[in-house]
């Protein structure tokens, strides 16, 4: 059985760095897509970042040049370091896997994990 399990949310002041942190158990192989996605209250989910086992990537634009993705595929565990944050990143942080490596649809998804950035 795949799990996704996050880790890493917390409070930060405007200006300031969390490190988010995905693993994902249960699945032998290393190809696959993952993603981070957040959602806020009373909005839609947005996509924040995918990359594929080949490390390609793509950034929302509002987290371009702040957010950084990066993998560590002996653990099977990716990284998002967010930089220079900002209250509108205040959401509830979710990460997803997409087995085929496609990018495009995530069967899996972690619990979230929270950020709250204060101004």
């Known amino acids: 059985q795949v799990q996704v399990v996050e880790s890493g949310g917390g409070s930060v002041q405007s200006g300031g760095s969390l490190r988010l942190s995905c693993s994902v158990f249960?699945?032998?192989?290393?190809?696959?897509?993952m993603g981070w996605f957040r959602q806020a209250p009373g909005k839609e989910r947005e996509g924040v970042v995918t990359?594929?086992?080949?490390?390609?990537?793509t950034y929302g634009d509002s987290v371009k040049g702040r957010f950084t993705i990066s993998q560590d595929n002996a653990k099977n565990t990716v990284y998002l370091q967010m930089n220079s944050l900002k209250p509108e990143d205040t959401a509830m942080y979710y990460c997803?896997?997409?087995?085929?490596?496609?990018?495009?649809?995530?069967?899996?998804w972690g619990q979230g994990t929270q950020v709250t950035v204060s101004s």
């Open positions: 997803a896997a997409d087995l085929t490596n496609m990018c495009a649809v995530f069967g899996y």
């Open positions: 249960g699945y032998a192989y290393s190809s696959y897509c």
């Open positions: 990359m594929d086992s080949d490390g390609d990537t």
